[in-house]
Each structure stands twice: as C-alpha cells, then as structure tokens.
C-alpha cells in the first residue's frame, strides 16, 4: 500500500547543476541548481528553474544567456559550495581555484574544468511561483574528450555526474548501466 507524502519535491534524482551567467559587471557567476531538465528536443533546449532571490537569476535576465555546467563526482565539494555562497558578496570561482572561460557563443561563462558545458541562449522565462524556470536554447555543448566515448558522445561513467535526492538532501553518484535503452522493452512488446 502507498503512503501519500502529499504535494512535494520527491522525484528522483534531480541534476546537480552549475549554472554560470555574468553580471551588470562582466564578474563571472556561478550557482548550484537541481530543479531543471531537457525540455524540447527541436530546437535543443534545457529548463532549469531558480528562485528569484538569486542573483543569477537577475545575471541571467540581463545576459539573455546562461550556461549548464554538469557537476561531477570529482568536485563534489566545490559543486555544493556554489550552493552555499552568494555571488553578491565573493568571487565563487576564485575561492575555489577553478576557471571561467568565456562562451564563444553566448554572452555567459563555463567552468573550464568541468568536463561538459552546454552553451545556452535565454528563449523563454516561465513565472511559476517561488520559481522562475528559464529556458534555453542549446547553442552548443562542449565536452571534453576524456569523457567522449561512442560517436564522441558523452560517456556517462567516464563523466561520472552527480545526482541530488531533494527528499534526503544528499548527492549520489549513477551507478551501472542497466541495459540499452530502447532495446530492454522490446521482448516485452512481442508478446
């Protein structure tokens, strides 16, 4: 029997994600996110929903542009730090060591060291409520070639993302492949 939990956050998992935008001053600007997905696949495009006391959220209006940096294992700490600190009153890169690098394509930055970027252009902003989920349209992903694996696609257990239980508020790794995707069902749908 199903216990009802009521109207909640509780879908697993959810992304952990750095977005990166510029403010009115041209500082590089990072924040943790989880409430986000892809969104439309023609064109490309990503959502990712933030709260309007951010200050990315204000960078991102400005800019009309944003960029999804997929968090990984390796910078767990620094990932959840992004979280913590606002990018009103520290420099979050710079605590942190690591680098922004200006889009060619976008007018907003990506941590050079994180492994895959996707390069967004502000398409359409949605109020919601406590959230205001931007959507942007994929401009370009990059990624480094460490991590390509098949047809230079991402490998998901070369980039080793994170994933974030919003109902236990902690980070997790993904674990095996389970099978192909697509192919599992397919003796399931012959019968």
């Avoid at 620094?78 to 942190?96: C, H, M, W």
């Avoid at 060619?104 to 390069?119: G, M, N, R, S, T």
């Avoid at 990624?143 to 694996?149: N, P, R, S, T």
């Amino acid at each position: 029997m199903k216990k009802s939990l009521g109207p909640n956050t509780l879908v697993y998992p959810t992304p952990v994600w750095v977005i990166g935008s510029y403010d009115q001053n041209g500082k590089a600007n990072v924040m943790t996110a989880a409430w986000g997905g892809i969104c439309c696949s023609a064109p490309p495009c990503i959502a990712v929903s933030l709260r309007e006391a951010t200050y990315t959220h204000g960078c991102i209006i400005a800019r009309e542009a944003f960029t999804v940096n997929v968090g990984v294992v390796k910078y767990a700490a620094e990932v959840d730090y992004f979280g913590l600190s606002s990018g009103r009153s520290v420099d979050k890169l710079a605590a942190v060591g690591l680098t922004a690098v200006k889009s060619d394509v976008v007018d907003a930055p990506y941590i050079a060291e994180f492994q895959l970027v996707l390069e967004c252009k502000l398409k359409q902003i949605v109020e919601i409520g406590l959230h205001t989920q931007f959507i942007g349209e994929i401009i370009d992903v990059k990624a480094d070639e460490e991590i390509l694996g098949e047809n230079d696609i991402p490998d998901i257990a070369l980039l080793q993302p994170m994933i974030f239980s919003p109902g236990g508020r902690k980070y997790h790794g993904v674990g095996p492949m389970i099978g192909e995707a697509f192919a599992l069902g397919k003796r399931l749908r012959q019968k």
